[in-house]
């Protein structure tokens, strides 16, 4: 109260800054009823020993990663080219908000192997944990998120099976921490894009042991990484995957250069650049000739997709702590937003999204593997999380439209996740091609009826059947045209069901089965001629805002 003046005009403590605490400061595990709902159910015994690490965690996210977040976003990254004789060092230089979020980071890492035997020994899944860590980091800063997750699992495993005995020992000591620990970065794209392979321009030639790898990649996350996977074009013609460090074997700087960072719109807290190799020492990450580097890659590019999913979730989950926390504080026509009937409106339905959302992206990470899941998750959660922090602005009204609100950054940094390993069009021909060549629907179709309990959705799924096969019969060019409307058909489907499972788990009164049908209801119901318009009145408003924020 004491920290700002008090203006004549102030007659009241309606504009006091201290109402208008949003998510920043609160402990984001003990405020979110549906993430421990989860963890209740995928650690079952191992619950009690991992919910003090969860309470602890949700405190430093909350707290010291949140703050360090939007300091980073106002000092980003900052690039020092050359050295005071004018030698090229390209060294990226970390402002020191972003060193103390991540050193906190490291010190509480879930997702680091000695964190991950300990869970083990006490009964609780490690791949749980690491989701619940991704999940609350991704509501502070999704660009952090990418800094210490992008393609560390690609590095150490491909690695694993092709680099030389002595670059393998030195790929292990970069990622001692686990692979989310900021040391590696994809290097696919190109002035050309990222996705047509065909078109790729960087090539390598092999030179003894090693090779040597030219070329220049338009759009290289974390540049400041030690480790790089490279797509590069071989002599024959084919694409494959190289790993180059900043060192070469000798211990001399390899031909990596940064020609600049990115300036861009959001997730500044990642280094962005564009990255130019001269014959630089590099590595096979393949058998030669096999493809079986770029197989396994591809692969990787699934578990990589759902890591982004899961920052679209994060991002929607912050935008709708920020809205209600916001809806509770301010008024307007004589009483707090959150009582206006057509705010709570928006707010639930944002409430049952976002726990679609969630569903889905949990069940990617700790669920059963589905060949069609990651496409399906990423299509779903990285869209959501940009209508999420959209809408999260409009609650704010024009306050959400400056910088000193938290909730314009969350658009800015939303806006990348769409993008990021294959947009809508790219994930929708993924979703063709495991199809076609793999016929993934068949299981995936298979647990969506173990999945659901209604006769409204059963009966979806047993439409979204007869779909797949009307789609396999329709010329090739029409079919790649629909395939956004089918994919999208098995998003709801797939979301519908998995909320109906988590309505059995019996741990929230009946509320997730609220939340089951009313998501059901929305998009898989045939709304009748007056668009639901003559429905039974119902407010369910204080249940879901009540399991959803505490």
Sequence with gaps: MGRYLIE??????????????????????????????????????GFAWAEPHLERLGALMGGLVAECAEETDRNPP???KYDKWGRDVSRVVMPPSFQAARAALMEDNFTSPSFAEEARANGADPSALAAAWTYLLDQADIGMGCALGTGGDMVVSL?????????????????????????????????????????????????????????????????????FVVLARTPDGSVAPFLALW????????????????????????????????????????????????????KLTNASRLGVAMMGVGVARRALVESICYARSREA??????????????????????????????????GPRLRLGPALIKLRAARLGLTAASDAIEVHGGNGYIEQ?????????????????????????????????????????????????????????DDLSKAVAAWHGLDPALAEERLYPLAQFMADAYAAALLEDQAGWGRDDGRKALVARLYAEAHLAERGP???IDAPAADHFDALLAGALT
């Design 247 to 298: 060192e070469r074997r000798d211990g001399s700087r390899n031909g990596v250069r940064i020609r600049r960072l990115k300036d861009k719109l959001g997730t500044r807290s990642v280094a962005s650049a564009e990255v130019e190799f001269t014959d630089a020492e590099a590595f096979l990450l393949a058998g030669r000739g096999s493809g079986s580097g770029l197989g396994t890659m591809m």
């Design 333 to 366: 026509f004589g009483r707090p937003l959150i009582d206006q009937p057509l705010m709570r409106r928006k707010l639930a339905e944002l409430i049952v999204e976002v726990e679609a959302a969630q569903a889905m992206v949990f069940d990617g990470l700790v």
């Design 405 to 461: 609100w938290p909730v314009a950054r969350l658009l800015r940094d939303a806006q990348v996740n769409p993008i990021w390993e294959g947009g809508d069009n790219i994930l929708c021909l993924d979703v063709r091609r495991a199809m076609l060549r793999e016929e993934a629907h068949v299981p995936f179709l298979a647990r969506l009826r173990a999945l659901a309990t209604s006769d409204l959705v059963h009966a979806r799924i």
């Design 159 to 227: 690695a694993e099976k092709h680099a030389p005995p002595d670059v393998r020992d030195r790929v292990r000591e970069i990622f001692a921490d686990g692979y989310y620990s900021g040391e590696a970065a994809q290097m696919f794209t190109e002035r050309t894009g990222g996705s047509d392979l065909a078109a790729l321009e960087a090539w390598a030639e092999p030179d003894g042991e090693a090779w040597r790898l030219t070329g220049f990649k338009w759009f290289a996350s974390n540049a400041n990484g030690s480790a």
């Design 530 to 532: 007056l668009r639901g």
């Design 78 to 80: 900052r690039l020092e």
């Design 8 to 45: 004549p005009f102030d007659h009241s403590d309606r504009y006091a800054t201290e109402r208008y605490q949003g998510a920043a400061g609160r402990n984001w595990w003990t405020c979110d009823p549906t993430l421990r709902l989860l963890m209740r159910r995928h650690l079952g015994d």
